[in-house]
């Protein structure tokens, strides 16, 4: 049996406290939309200077000679921790070196004028773009201005070549620091995605009194389950999640990146910290209520009944998918709330099945897919590109 505990002083923060957010934004959140904006800006800028006229951004500027030749050694390889090969696959920018070490070496040639920079468009400049539009969206949802980079910036690290790279390590450092692993505003955030009302209210006491501004704050409203029956889906019994977009649904997304996109920012693939394994096994450790997940769920794909008051559970695949149980929607609810309040299962609600075997199994009907880890479900930029 699980043995509810509150969890209004170990955050340590008043969530129902407008401020309070804003503070966390001001101190987690800008510093990281402030650097990934200083990247994103400085290499537009950049590309189109390399683009405009090479030969003469070349001659003109010891930064972009730094940028491009910066740690190639004699036999035109990149050096450990190459200046230029950062630059070449974190920034877009380089030009062959084994060539320019070649012509070098012959006597009497312009080397520069048989040199072409080359421009592409490393992952970690998408992965930027999509740092900015979710940290850009907490900031203003705390109605806190957005910073600029004036040109002063820019051309400072053109001067100074290598500041960049410390720019990249401070988007690093603070997608950690903002992770559900290290961070108390994410882990609240975190745990009212997709989670029954009833269950928040018991974990936040102050929630029965402050529901409705907190819900304003952070974005968070019923979601909508397709042909439930709504004499028992409404009240407390429902399930909450997150307004797309909003902060506590920005903030939800960064710590997808922070625990499974992390790598796209680490320096020359460095060992990478396994962000959420550490909080599951801070969560077993802390909560021994918990039981195996195997245990607790028959199945791992539920399909509301047709009057929408129970749940079918299914198991298998293809031709030996079957029904193993059935439960009241509430028995559902009560059985889910603890593991998806802390983060140990994904609950993913809809109304169009994965598979065909799924339809002619069970017909039409909405689905509630349990993921057991979501690290199991596929992450890549692709999902915020689309």
């Known amino acids: 049996m699980f043995v509810m505990a509150t969890y209004d002083e170990v955050l340590g923060f008043d969530y129902t406290d407008e401020k309070a957010w804003k503070e966390f934004a001001t ?3 800008l510093p990281l939309y402030t650097a990934a904006l200083r990247i994103t800006e400085f290499s537009r800028h950049l590309r189109e200077k390399l683009e405009n006229s090479f030969s003469d951004a070349f001659l003109e500027n010891k930064g972009i000679q ?7 050694t004699v036999d035109g390889e990149y050096a450990e921790n190459s200046l230029a090969r ?12 084994h060539l320019w070490v070649s012509l070098c070496k012959e006597p009497g040639t312009e080397t520069l004028q048989h040199i072409q920079v080359h421009i592409s468009r490393p992952s970690v400049l998408s992965g930027l773009n999509t740092i900015l539009g979710l940290t850009g969206n907490l900031l203003r949802s705390v109605h806190h201005d957005l910073p600029e980079v004036d040109e002063e910036t820019i051309n400072s690290f053109i001067r100074e070549p290598q500041r960049i790279v410390g720019e990249l390590k401070r988007v690093y450092s603070q997608l950690i620091k903002i992770s559900a692993t290290y961070n108390y505003h994410t882990f609240f955030v975190m745990s009212t ?7 928040l209210l018991e974990a936040y006491p102050r929630l029965k009194i402050h529901f409705d501004t907190v819900s304003g704050l952070l974005g968070l409203m019923v979601a909508d389950i397709y042909r439930v029956n709504e004499t028992i889906y409404q009240g407390d019994m429902v399930l909450i ?3 797309p977009e909003g902060f506590a649904d920005s ?5 997808q990146i922070a625990w499974h996109l992390l790598s796209t920012f680490a320096l020359f693939d460095s060992q990478v910290p396994p962000l959420q394994n550490e909080f599951i096994e801070s969560i077993q450790v802390s909560t021994t209520d918990l039981r195996p997940l195997n245990e607790v769920f028959e199945a791992r794909v539920y399909y509301l009944t047709d009057n929408g008051l129970n749940v079918l559970g299914y198991a298998g ?8 149980c059935e439960m009241s929607l ?3 609810f009560h059985i889910a709330a603890p593991y998806l309040f802390v983060g140990l299962v994904d609950l993913e609600i809809t109304n169009v099945l994965h598979t065909k075997y799924e339809e002619k199994a069970v017909g039409d009907r909405t689905a509630l897919y349990v993921y057991f880890d979501s690290s199991s479900r596929y992450y890549s930029w692709d999902k915020w590109d689309s």
């Open 193 to 199: 995605r997709s989670t029954p009302k009833f269950f």
């Open 251 to 255: 903030l939800y997304q960064l710590n």
């Open 317 to 324: 695949k293809s031709s030996y998918f079957f029904r193993t």
């Open 66 to 72: 730094k940028m491009l030749l910066g740690g190639i």
């Open 27 to 29: 101190s987690d959140i």
């Open 330 to 332: 509430q028995r559902f």
């Open 241 to 243: 999640k997150h307004r």
């Open 86 to 97: 950062f630059y070449k696959e974190y920034i877009g920018v380089y030009i062959d070196p």
